[in-house]
């Protein structure tokens, strides 16, 4: 099993940006298709961009479509998320996922590690 840990999160003027990484330990990292969720207070985990084994296929949520980038270095067991354009509601923890399933998955409950998350805070 993978274990991944985030770094990157702040705080941030709305309009800015972030780029959030998330390192993994052990020799099959490029196993694994990677996420990005994140956890705003009392709402639930919700999906926001994932990357495939390769870093072929990419997905995102509606909501960050054209402002978010999700890449992966399998030479380096990193993935990261650049997030442009921040805005107030983007204001969550964010948590590396990541999943051997057979493809890129956006539900929560199909990951099978997970980092502590890193807080990203947008002020307006």
């Known amino acids: 099993q993978v274990h991944v840990v985030e770094s990157g999160g702040g705080l941030v003027q709305a309009g800015g940006s972030l780029r959030l990484s998330c390192a993994a330990s052990?020799?099959?990292?490029?196993?694994?298709?990677m996420a990005w969720f994140r956890q705003a207070p009392g709402k639930e985990r919700e999906f926001v961009a994932g990357?495939?084994?390769?870093?072929?296929?990419?997905d995102y949520a509606d909501s960050v479509k054209g402002r978010f980038t999700i890449s992966r270095d399998n030479a380096k067991n990193t993935v990261y998320l650049q997030m442009n354009s921040l805005n107030p509601e983007d204001t969550a923890v964010y948590l590396c996922?990541?999943?051997?399933?057979?493809?890129?998955?956006?539900?929560?409950?199909?990951?099978?590690?997970w980092g502590q998350g890193t807080q990203v805070t947008v002020s307006s």
């Open positions: 996922a990541a999943d051997r399933g057979l493809f890129l998955r956006t539900v929560a409950a199909a990951y099978e590690s």
């Open positions: 052990g020799r099959t990292f490029s196993s694994y298709n």
């Open positions: 990357v495939s084994r390769s870093g072929g296929t990419t």
